[in-house]
């Protein structure tokens, strides 16, 4: 694929995720916590956290996914990793990383299934969750880089409904749309 071609099918790319980026509620943030304030809580209560895993407790621990390290923790402590002595540790500082950078969040029209919402954390993005009567909203929780090429795109390639279309998409180089 040419340059040119690349660009072409990029921008495309990203116009098909602007539109569907189009489609959900843009809601503040401090809306948001009004909400939670009122419900009795706070807003990082209905954040989603995503799972965490024996790569990310070797992470922590400097072992850097080193599979003979986590396989000895796993003899020592057994297959669940929620029974490591440093899980609190990492689901504390998880916690403390998933809270929206930007003002503003993105509610789904519809409430969305649960591999809808796996996916929006597989690229980065953050969820919440059983907020008053929003539906799950999604969150940037970095910046300096591009959107569309981080999120949003990557996103819509992993949308069930965009399987087929998402085939015409492969090998494109979008990450400075």
Known sequence: MTEEENYKL?????????????????????????VAEKEGSSLVEYIVLPEITWEDISDFTGNYKDEDWIMS?????????????????????EQ?????????????????????????QEVGLGVIENLGDFNQILFAMSCGHSFYGSYWIPLWLKMPWNSREAEKYVGVKYDMV
Do not use: S
């Open 10 to 34: 990029a921008r495309e790319l990203r116009d098909k995720a602007e539109a569907w980026i189009n489609t959900f509620n843009y809601i503040q943030v401090d809306v948001l916590e009004l």
């Open 73 to 93: 923790q796993k003899e020592e402590f057994g297959e669940d990793v929620e029974d490591h002595p440093d899980y609190d540790r990492v689901r504390e500082q």
């Open 96 to 120: 403390e990383r998933q809270y929206p950078m930007w003002n503003t969040c993105f509610e789904f029209k519809e409430k969305q299934y649960e591999d809808v919402i796996a996916a929006a």
